[in-house]
Every structure is written in C-alpha cells, then in structure tokens.
C-alpha cells in the first residue's frame, strides 16, 4: 500500500471514530436539562380547607442560558397553573392564568410573591394545615422537572383571594 493510501485510510478511520463517538474536538458542549441550574428557594404554600392554593418562593438560575417554566404537577391538586396578578380596568388587580409561562434568565432570580407571579394548586384533594408539607414538581420548556417540597402555612394576605369563589378558572 503507498503511502498516500495509507494516510488516507487512517484519516478515514479517524474520522468514523470521531464520528461514531460523538466528539468532534475535545470541548464538551452538552446541554444541561434547564431544571439542572434551577432551585426554588424559601418555598411556601397557603393553607386552605379546598379549592385552590398558592405557592411562593424565589426561582434561583445558576445556569449559563435562560429557564422557561411552562407547568407543574402535585399530588395535592388537580392541576398546577402559572398565575399572575395583573391591574385591571377598574383600578384594581385580577389573579390570572400567566400566558406562555414565566422565565428566569440565567444568573438571576424571578420571585413568587402573593400580588405577583406566583403557583396555583388548583382542585385540592385535601385541605392543606398550618404546618404541613405539600410536593409538587415544576416543569421546564425542554421537559426537565423540578421537584419541590414547600412548607404550609396561615397567610392572612393583603387585597388576595386565591380561592375558586371570587375568580373564573375555567
């Protein structure tokens, strides 16, 4: 075999290896699930008899790229939603469902806070004590879960009503 052949069959082979291994050079660009850099921080959740429940809390992204949460889950609920709590016409607020979900850009925080953003435990199962513990996981854009543990507690609130009787949910 001439030597030209032979260096043209070892860069071929080179160039399978390098391909049926996946690496291209020796920098690793795997993308971490969004959920990997993300915590929720100081968790809570209201007490309630039914109905519905609100979580709070502050989202920590360690990550280099933004985090898109688009949905939860929980055992204590029927569903989880994203809400918001926007001024209305009248001059007053109104607690609703937050379109596309909300975003913690990377190296930063986005707080759940009663009269803001904040997780609904919509349908309860249970009422949720004073005391008690409630899990519920939070979903990301790209399929990654968060499972989260928040503490329940009494909030007398300000102007908030996160309950079924003064808001339409359907």
Known sequence: MSDNRFRKLITALVVVALAASGCTSSDDHTVEPMAANVTLDDQWATAADAGMAAVFGIFRNTGPAAAHVVAGSSPAAGRVEIH???????????????AGGLTVAAGSTHELVPGGDHLMLMDLGQPLRPGAEVSLTVMFEDGSDLPVTAQVRDFPGGNEDYQPDMHDHG
């Open 84 to 98: 918001e709590v926007v001024p209305d016409a009248g001059g007053t607020t109104m607690m609703r469902p937050k």
